[in-house]
């Protein structure tokens, strides 16, 4: 089907790949993969969605029919390609743009209450939702959120509407520990003021969290995350920020921590609708401005900087 895009999020990849820092964005592309819009026109064989509806889609066009997807693990499909971003043979536009061909199985009706601009972030809470469904923490144990960016932030959502407790955020910018407490964090820790180590300790005491969540991608915060679990505790990695990083491998194999990798998302997205329709996730306070799509050069631009005071900026065709 032929969707008109209403609103495209800038991503934190889509920042990387401007400056083609990560190698994974490579022109002429149009990037652009957390989006939602109206059907323009749907093809002969597509069922119950026509022109007019309100739409979102999946960054992730799996091909349907390979083992993985067969399982249910569409992000692990063997042939798997993602809007705006795939390169070489591989390559699919994506929706920063006025209109985006799809696939009609990867798209998702909305809400008519729904904002534009909230459908468009979308696929940044399936990404959340996928990473702790990968394991559910005990709800009553301690939570660590390492990274406390657009995704951490929907992780911390995603945990406490999950039923967690007690989550622990962790960031190196205090307006960033702030929204994170009003959007559920118990409690913050500064890593640029306090051992992360000791301060995560002096809340779960000297036994360690449970669960770790690490949602940067750098050694330090891989390492901090590997550190700061109990014996037998589980890290899950979500940032990939860094293509390698070194490993305590005696403290992850003699504590037996279990290492998780979360990659994108696999059909989350009508349980994402329902959590943002109910109010379990509230994407609102992560909006920090929508602008026309002929100013995105101008907000690339502001983001590569550096985009002081910005979360998430949406773009709209």
């Not at 939570?143 to 995603?158: E, F, H, K």
């Not at 962790?170 to 959007?183: E, G, K, N, P, T």
């Not at 992850?252 to 943002?276: H, Q």
Request: hydrophobic share 45%.
């Amino acid at each position: 089907m032929l969707v008109r895009v209403r609103a495209c999020g800038i991503c934190g990849s889509d920042v990387h790949g401007f400056d083609g820092s990560t190698g994974r964005r490579v022109p002429p592309l149009v990037m652009g993969h957390e989006a939602a819009g109206t059907i323009e026109r749907v093809g002969d064989r597509v069922r119950g969605l026509a022109p007019g509806a309100r739409v979102t889609f999946d960054s992730t066009v799996s091909c349907g029919r390979c083992e993985y997807c067969t399982r249910g693990q569409m992000n692990l499909c063997e042939d798997r390609r993602v809007l705006g971003v795939s390169c070489a043979e591989y390559r699919r536009h994506g929706a920063f743009a006025e209109f985006i061909a799809v696939p009609a199985r990867i798209v998702y009706p909305l809400p008519e209450a729904m904002p534009f601009e909230h459908a468009a972030l979308i696929e940044a809470v399936s990404v959340a939702v996928h990473a702790v469904d990968r394991r559910v923490p005990d709800r009553a144990s301690p939570v660590v959120v390492i990274g406390c960016g657009m995704i951490g932030l929907l992780v911390i959502q995603i945990l406490r509407a999950r039923g967690c407790e007690r989550v622990i955020a962790v960031d190196v910018d205090s307006r960033r520990l702030s929204m994170a407490s009003q959007l559920g964090a118990a409690d913050g820790v500064d890593a640029t003021s306090d051992d992360v180590l000791t301060a995560i300790a002096r809340v779960t005491g000297p036994r360690g969290a449970d669960h770790a969540f690490e949602v940067v991608g750098r050694a330090e915060t891989v390492d901090a995350a590997v550190r700061c679990v109990r014996k037998g505790g589980t890290v899950t990695l979500v940032g990939n920020l860094s293509p390698t990083v070194p490993l305590a491998l005696q403290s992850v194999v003699t504590r037996e921590i279990a290492l998780l990798g979360s990659c994108a998302s696999s059909g989350e997205y009508p349980t994402c609708i329902d959590l943002m329709t109910r109010g379990a996730v509230d994407v609102g306070p992560l909006i920090s401005a929508a602008a026309p799509l002929e100013e995105g050069p101008a907000w690339f631009d502001r983001l590569h900087r550096g985009g002081a005071g910005l979360m998430k900026v949406i773009l709209r065709p």
